[in-house]
């Protein structure tokens, strides 16, 4: 994805056309090795790392991005473990911060942050990412693309012999975010099982991450994905125009990162300093101006905020709540027992 100032265009309804920086890479030099383990693009959130950079001149920053369930597997087995963990599995995040693995802090920043998107001021949700449709553009010549939880289901059965081997998703057993999503959407779907059915009618491709979905669509493997990273395929569309972006008309989870600081952190004051930037004013200005991230501080102004994506999607906007309410979607009988029924709906016997 190339840096530099253009414009990225998603739908919510109509067309809209966003301003999107990608700053260059700083260069400071310091002495202090905090490890952040993020499940974040390197890509997406480099203006905000270089801001840090910049204003923390000090402290040598080795940012590490892999997968969800990577991350969560390194808070536990990492030896020494991360000074910073991030990751957009909030269930994951919730039961680690619940196992007592992360420092609970204590400044203006943290105290100040909105209760809605912290948790015993020890995990912090600082971004607001809408989860998005995703298609060709030319499948619109062949077919009216889906606005809609409906539109997609309804595309689904009657496109079935089209879109063979054409639709891809996150796969629920090898994401935690993945997982995480068709959890929610079992929430809000009525017809919920009946879109699994339809993906595996299709024989929808499984993916891991938002990053192999969009290299499908681009080389024209897929037509169309469900369950994106906004964020992601924000980013992506600015340098693939033949990848329009789709925010569900119906309904748009929203997603935070969560960040916290590792009880065990080898370096916990360099730790403290890089959370208390992500909630800064400095910090989520970067993410409103310079990222599609979608900053949460109501006092932020900029073209990726969550008071703008809420004025644009309004009441059918459903954030995943930042509660104790995550802890029963890892709890392992619940999801297994999901699991299971969603490998029936998805591969049912013929």
């Known amino acids: 994805m190339r840096a530099g100032r253009c414009a990225v265009k998603w739908f919510v309804g109509g067309l809209l056309a966003l301003s999107l920086g990608l700053g260059g890479v700083a260069s400071a030099q310091t002495a202090t090795p905090l490890v952040v383990e993020a499940a974040l693009d390197r890509e997406v959130v480099t203006p905000l790392l270089d801001a840090f950079r910049d204003a923390h001149p000090e402290i040598a920053l080795d940012f590490r991005d892999r997968s969800t369930l990577e991350v969560d597997d390194l808070v536990a087995s990492a030896d020494p473990p991360p000074d910073v963990v991030i990751s957009s599995a909030m269930p994951w995040q919730m039961a680690r911060v619940n196992e007592g693995r992360a420092r609970r802090l ?17 995990v912090f949700g600082f971004t607001f990412e809408p989860i998005v449709m995703a298609y060709r553009l030319d499948l619109s010549r062949r077919m009216l693309p889906p606005t809609t939880h409906a539109d997609l289901h309804t595309l689904l059965t009657t496109e079935r012999e089209a879109l063979s081997g054409r639709v ?11 997982y995480t999503l068709f959890q929610q959407d079992a929430r809000y779907t009525p017809r919920f099982w009946d879109l699994v059915a339809g993906m595996g009618g299709v024989e929808a491709q499984l993916e891991n991450s938002t990053r192999a979905m969009l290299e499908g669509l681009s080389d024209g493997r897929y037509w169309l994905g469900y369950n994106l ?5 924000m980013v992506w569309a600015q340098d693939h125009p033949e990848v329009i972006v789709q925010v569900p008309q119906d309904y748009a989870l929203v997603l935070m990162r969560m960040a916290f600081v590792h009880r065990d952190a080898p370096h916990p004051a360099a730790a403290e300093t890089f959370v208390d930037f992500l909630l800064s004013h400095a910090g989520q200005r970067v993410l409103a101006g310079e990222t599609p991230l979608f900053s949460v501080r109501p006092d932020v102004i900029g073209p990726y905020t969550a008071q703008r994506l809420r004025d644009q999607v309004g009441e059918r906007l459903y954030p995943i709540p930042l509660n104790a309410s995550l802890l029963a979607f890892v709890d392992p009988q619940r999801r297994d027992a999901f699991l299971a029924r969603w490998r029936r709906e998805f591969t049912p016997d013929d």
């Open 106 to 122: 204590d400044s203006a920043e943290v105290r100040d942050w909105p209760a809605w998107a912290k948790w015993r001021n020890e």
């Open 229 to 233: 990273l906004g964020s992601y395929a």
């Open 168 to 178: 891809t998703s996150y796969s629920p057993l090898g994401s935690g975010v993945g």
